[in-house]
């Protein structure tokens, strides 16, 4: 028996390109449904929002999305990160530089106190990444 934890996350009206992003850099297969095809919205506006996504990367990465419909608040923040850790450096080192590409870097890969290369970013559609190459170092 296994348990996993999988990152949740929200938008507002950009789930899907969200998650076709991800998966771009990610590979793997992206479930995608919206409010209608799951007859959860009486609202014609949500028709195409996306209620449920998931990706499940070919490394590994499972995580989900959905849109916030228009009857909850939104409130896009730094209240989470998401957080890639491994050994395979050159696969880390190819999400960090596709994360980064039309976001901002927060702080390139470098060497950490700890030890290993670490590095920190926020991509194109506002999501805060941490990557950290375990064992590693510059």
């Known amino acids: 028996?296994?348990?996993?934890?999988?990152?949740?996350?929200?938008?507002?009206?950009n789930a899907r390109q969200a998650m076709e992003f991800y998966q771009s850099?990610?590979?793997?297969?992206?479930?995608?449904?919206?409010?209608k095809e799951l007859h959860a919205s009486q609202d014609p506006s949500e028709d195409d929002l996306v209620m449920h996504s998931q990706l499940e990367g070919d490394s590994g990465i499972t995580f989900m999305a959905s849109d916030t419909p228009n009857r909850m608040e939104y409130h896009p923040g730094t209240n989470f990160n998401m957080?890639?850790?491994?050994?395979?450096?050159?696969?880390?080192?190819?999400?960090?530089?596709?994360?980064?590409?039309?976001?901002?870097?927060?702080m390139p890969l470098q060497k950490a106190i700890w030890g290993d290369t670490f590095g920190m970013?926020?991509?194109?559609?506002?999501?805060?990444w941490l990557v950290n190459i375990t064992g590693q170092g510059q």
């Open 121 to 128: 970013c926020v991509d194109k559609c506002g999501v805060n």
């Open 83 to 106: 957080s890639l850790s491994g050994d395979d450096e050159v696969l880390l080192r190819g999400y960090f530089d596709k994360l980064c590409n039309g976001g901002n870097v927060s």
């Open 1 to 13: 028996m296994s348990v996993a934890l999988n990152p949740y996350l929200s938008f507002k009206g």
């Open 25 to 35: 850099i990610f590979g793997g297969k992206l479930d995608v449904n919206t409010f």
